[in-house]
């Protein structure tokens, strides 16, 4: 995948308000998290097993060439055979599981290692797409490696959120991709904390839009933009952001619920029209600021996270959204937004 269209389903992923929301769980009182490899591996090794067989029964009865030239095939197809193979018993064994404290990691021949949440030390991570670097290990308390894990490996992701709710340190490479120092910058807030981190968020994103908008006045357009307030079981998954109802000034006695959502969002204009697509999508950005969600260790329900890379996550939008505009073209129409782009944030009793 190039990186023009690697940028692309990232940046399509944010307008389908792609939150990372973890699972929600039937029991308050447990969380399982199963990482694996997958069905790809097991898919790729056995579709590689089986070519690497046809070729083999090909090659011996068509052998009408040098015996070194027959040994080489040979060889290559066995290699071919063998790295489908691990490939193969390596989808199927490893993995790990997670459930309440315990962790369960089983390496590639299915060989099982048990051990807890104290029994970790740290662990180092690296999510590098320049530098080929994939990786998650995990340290006991002397320093020793208890195991590693792949981002490419499913519910990856989660487990890490997992590591990181029940305080596990985290090191990242300095090469990491933002995807991944996203992640580890993410904070817990109370909510009373929400309006001060919100309006500063919005304020800095204002500097930038505003920066955006004088370094590229051949475009001639602006930008309508403000905080947007959803909650993530009340938004139909067919309808564009604009479309979506919001629940800004709605009152929670009980608290914030699973599901909310804060974001900065914003709509490009021209003329005081909205700029659409050929697709008559929205041209827009959209970053998570605030969001609630499960929480994943043992004892607490929910957690208010803070989403510390406003800034990182607009400014990379933005320059994007630079590199892609002539490349297309838009046209102007009058929308109405279902819901509202607040100045000010405040939460209501």
Avoid at 211 to 222: L, P
Wanted: hydrophobic share 40%; aromatic share 8%; net charge neutral.
């Amino acid at each position: 995948m190039s990186a023009y269209a690697a940028d692309k389903r990232r940046f399509e992923c944010l307008l389908k308000l792609d939150l990372n929301v973890l699972p929600r769980q039937t029991d308050r009182c447990g969380m399982k998290i199963e990482v694996s490899e997958g069905k790809l591996p097991c898919v790729v090794g056995g579709g590689a097993v089986a070519a690497g067989l046809l070729f083999m029964i090909l090659l011996v009865r068509h052998a009408d060439g040098s015996a070194i030239a027959g040994l080489t095939g040979g060889l290559v197809i066995a290699l071919i055979i063998v790295t489908g193979f691990v490939m193969y018993i390596g989808g199927r064994n490893r993995g790990m599981l997670a459930e309440d404290g315990t962790l369960c990691y089983t390496d590639m021949l299915g060989r099982k290692k048990v051990f807890s949440l104290d029994d970790i030390g740290y662990c180092r991570a690296a999510l590098e797409e320049k530098g080929g670097r994939d990786y998650l290990k995990i340290y006991d308390l002397l320093g020793n490696k208890l195991c590693k894990l792949e981002f490419r490996m499913k519910n990856s992701a989660l487990f890490l959120q997992y590591l990181l709710d029940n305080q596990v340190r985290i090191e990242c490479s300095e090469n990491s991709d933002d995807y991944l120092k996203g992640m580890l910058c993410t904070k817990t807030i109370c909510e009373e904390d929400i309006p001060e981190k919100a309006d500063a968020c919005l304020e800095e994103a204002r500097k930038l839009v505003q920066e955006w908008v004088k370094r590229h006045k051949e475009f001639g357009v602006d930008w309508k933009m403000g905080i947007a307030v959803y909650l993530e079981t009340e938004m139909a998954e067919k309808k564009q952001l604009w479309e979506q109802p919001g629940c800004a000034g709605r009152t929670f006695p009980d608290g914030l619920p699973e599901g909310y959502v804060l974001a900065i969002e914003g709509y490009l204009q021209k003329d005081g029209l909205f700029v659409l697509d050929k697709k008559n999508r929205a041209v827009m950005f959209y970053t998570s600021v605030i969001s609630v969600t499960r929480s994943m260790r043992a004892g607490e329900t929910l957690k208010i996270r803070f989403f510390d890379n406003v800034t990182e996550e607009l400014s990379w939008q933005l320059t994007w959204l630079a590199n892609v505009l002539p490349q297309n073209r838009y046209h102007t129409e009058e929308i109405s937004l279902n819901h509202e782009l607040l100045e000010r944030i405040s939460i209501h009793r």
